[in-house]
């Protein structure tokens, strides 16, 4: 299963080499949040952000965004649906991002940088997210059960969040506190961002670039149900909705 989330990542990637194919090679990630989040665009910069807009094969960044969901879904209900599945905890370090694989049901520590996929089982984890370098594009956190706290504080350090590339923060359930500077739990800048979670009571809380705010791109914050609070100082696009 795990196999076919790798599959997937790099179906995603050779579909957001495409989207890109257009882009300049100057305007690097970093580049792009100074522009575009930071404010810090001088006088006749090039490349600039604003004119890169159509450069961008949309379809093809959406294509990949659907693969890395469906896989991660799948993935979801497969642990959901299996027993007994071995405990395990290990890393691997690939040239895309960090792996780790966890299913010991322990209360983690993890300190991510350029996490490429994170599967937890288990446990009430604690994660905190550093700077994501300019080749890291695709992160994937899935955390089944417990109550988890998540901490973002670097712009575009949340595994939720996307530059040029794909972001998805899954978490099942649970009472879980989401802690972040800005552009982070569900950020999109030229790119495709997704933030789920699976119920509890839970609490959002960041500086602003966040919870749904996309530019150039998609991003969702996905909320199955529970007593939850969003706290945004600016451009935060998350509303509740209640059926």
Not at 52 to 63: G, K, N, Q, S
């Amino acid at each position: 299963e795990i196999a076919r989330v790798f599959a997937a990542i790099g179906q995603a990637d050779r579909f957001r080499q495409r989207a890109f194919a257009a882009w300049p090679r100057e305007m690097t990630p970093q580049r792009l949040l100074r522009q575009a989040i930071e404010g810090k665009l001088q006088p006749f910069e090039e490349p600039d952000f604003r004119r890169l807009f159509p450069l961008v094969e949309r379809e093809a960044l959406m294509a990949g965004m659907l693969d890395l969901v469906a896989a991660v879904q799948n993935l979801d209900r497969f642990l959901a649906a299996t027993p007994g599945i071995p405990a395990v905890s290990w890393r691997l370090q690939t040239p895309l991002g960090l792996v780790v694989i966890d299913t010991t049901g322990a209360d983690n520590r993890h300190v991510l940088e350029d996490p490429l996929l994170v599967v937890d089982v288990g446990g009430d984890d604690h994660y905190s997210f550093t700077t994501k370098k300019s080749g890291n594009r695709i992160s994937i956190v899935l955390d089944r059960g417990g109550n988890d706290h998540y901490i973002a504080e670097d712009a575009a350090a949340c595994p939720s969040s996307a530059v040029m590339g794909f972001g998805i923060l899954w978490d099942t359930g649970g009472n879980d506190r989401y802690e972040a500077g800005t552009f982070a739990q569900g950020a999109a800048l030229f790119g495709a961002a997704l933030l789920v979670d699976g119920g509890g009571a839970n609490i959002f809380t960041a500086r602003g670039y966040a919870q749904a705010f996309a530019l150039g791109g998609v991003a969702l914050v996905v909320s199955m149900g529970g007593d939850d609070s969003y706290n945004a100082l600016q451009m935060s696009l998350v509303r509740s909705f209640r059926s």
